[in-house]
C-alpha cells in the first residue's frame, strides 16, 4: 500500500509531500505503533456479516470468536472498529461497567463470556479495540440510569451499546445510543440525557463515538464536533442505504467532510438487506479506503489516518478520464426509495441534453445549475433495449421531510439525481441487474450552487451528497467545494455553498449539496414512553368543547357495544 498523498501547508508543500511520501513507504513496510507525537495513527474497520444460524447463544459465540480472530490477525494498528448488533442480542445481554469504575473484564470477570474474551483480546494484542453490544441493566427499585422508558416488571433495561477497551482491556468508555431505528424503541431504552462519549489514547488522539442513526441528529454527533471539538470520530453501524441522498459510504463520506473529521465507520454486511459499507475518511481529504460489498462479506479494513494537528491531507491522484458506454455496476444491494424528493421542486432534463442553466426555486430557497453533457463516442453497438437514467435537477427547503422514514427532518437540497424513467416516482430507483444500462452522455460540467439559510437553533451541517453507480461518492479530488462565509463557523449567517466537478463523470446516480437543519420537531415513533404530553385546554373555545363531545361520544359508543 503506497498512496500518492501530501500535507498542505502553503509554500511548503511541496517538500513536505517529498518527505511525506518516504515516511509513507517507510510506515508501510513496518507499520508502528502511533505516537503522541507521530503525525499519523494506524485505524482499522471491520466489516462483518451476521453469524449463521437461529440460536442466541451460539450466533454470540460465533461472533466473539471471529472478532477475536480478526484482532488477532490485524497487526500493528492502533484501533480496531466492529459494526453495530452483531455481537450480541436481548438473550445474550450483558452488564457493562462505566469507565470510571476503572473495570478490566479480562480479570474482573462477572459479564458475559464475549467481552471478557474481547477484553483479554485488546489486551493480548495491544489495541484498542470498539465493539457494539446489547447492554443489560437493572432497574428495578429506583436502581439504573434515567430514561425515557419506566422500568419494567422485569427490572431489567436494555441498551444498544458501544464499549470501548484501550490496550490492556480495561473499558475506557461506554455510550448508549440516542437514536434509535423505530421498532428499536420497543425492547430498547434511551438516556433522558444523551451521553458525551470521549476517550483519550496513548497516541495523542482524543475520540468520540456513537451509533448509526445518530448520524443524521445533532445530539450527540454534532456537539462532539461542534462544542468538544472532536476531531477523530468512531462510528458502528448497521445502516440501510436510501438513494439518493442517504447511501452508507455516501452519507460516511459527505458527513466527515462537512465537518472535516476523521471518520472510523464499521457496517455490518447484509446487502439483501440493504446492510454494507466501510471506511476510514480524512475530513475533507476525502477517504482513505472505504468499500461497498454486493455479498455479505467479513473484511478488515486498514487506513493510516493523519491527525488533524498535522494538517489537511490534499489527495493528488486522479485516474485519466475516459468516456466509456458501459462502467460496472452495484445492483444487488438492496436500497429505500427516499419518498421526499416527492415533494422536492424538480424539473425532468431531456433526453439528450448536451448543455443546461437553470435557477429552480423551492419557496425562498433557490439552486444555480449549470451543466453539461457530451455524446460518449463508442464502437460498441447499442442495442435497441439498452436503458440509460433520466436525470431530473431538485431544489428544496423545508420541515415536511423524514431521515430515512423514521424521523422528521428540515433539509435543504440542491440536486441532480437519476431516475429510471421520466416519471418523478422513479427517482431514488437504479436499473435491475438483468437491464443493459449504457452511458450514452457523460457529464463534463456540472455546476450547482445555492445560498443556504441561516441556521435558527445555530443547528446546520452542509455536505456533499454524491454517488456514482458504483454506490461510491465521487472522490474529493474530483470536485471543489466553497462556501462563504465558511459554514460550521457561520451556522447564524446565510452561506453560499458552490459544488463544481473538476473532473468528467460517465454514470451519476447523484450529485448534489445536501443540508440538515437538526428539527427540534419530537418524533415519537407511535410509542406511548416517546409520546409528548398532548392535553387541550377544556376551557379554551370551540376546539376544547369538540374534543370533550367527541370524548363524550366515543364512550358513548363504548357503553352501546
Ligand atoms: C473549541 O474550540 C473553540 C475555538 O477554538 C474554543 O473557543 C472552545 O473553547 C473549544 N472548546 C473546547 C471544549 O475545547
Ligand atoms: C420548520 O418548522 C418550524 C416550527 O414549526 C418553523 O419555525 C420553521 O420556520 C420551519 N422551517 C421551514 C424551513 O419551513
Ligand atoms: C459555478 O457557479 C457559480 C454560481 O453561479 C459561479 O459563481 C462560479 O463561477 C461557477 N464556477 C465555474 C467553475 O463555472
Ligand atoms: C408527561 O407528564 C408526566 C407527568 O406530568 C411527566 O412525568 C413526564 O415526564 C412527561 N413526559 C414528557 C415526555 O414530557
Redesign the pocket.
Known sequence: MVWQLNFSHGSAMKSIQLCFLLLVVFFTSSQQLSKPGDPTYWAAVVEHKEPDGDNARLRTTFASESFQQIIKDAGDVDIIVFPEHILNSRSTATFVPHESENVTPCYQTDYELFLIELSCSARSNAVYVVINLVEKELCANGAGSDTFKPCPATGVLYFNTNVVFDRRGRVISRYRKTHLWRHEYVETAVLRSPDIATFTTDFGVTFGHFICFDMLFYEPAMKLVRELNITDIVYPTYWFSELPFLGAVQLQEGWAFGNDVNLLAADASEPSGRTTGSGIYAGRGGRLVAEIFEEPTTKLLIAEVPKKEHGQLVPSFTPLFTPQLKTARVTKVATYKDYNVDIFESELLEENFLSLERTLCHGSFCCTFAIARKLTESSEVIGSGAKAYRYRIAAY???ETTAIRVDRT?QATCALFACTNEHLSSCGYIFPEFEDVVNRHHFTKLNISANFPAAPRGRRLIMPSTLNALFLPVAVSEFDWTESPEAAANPDKPVFVNLNLVRQQNDLLTFAIWANYF?D?PSTHNLDHMHPNFTVPLNSGSAGILVSSFVWLISGLFLVL
Open positions: 427547503w423545508g420541515n428540515e428539527t420537531l
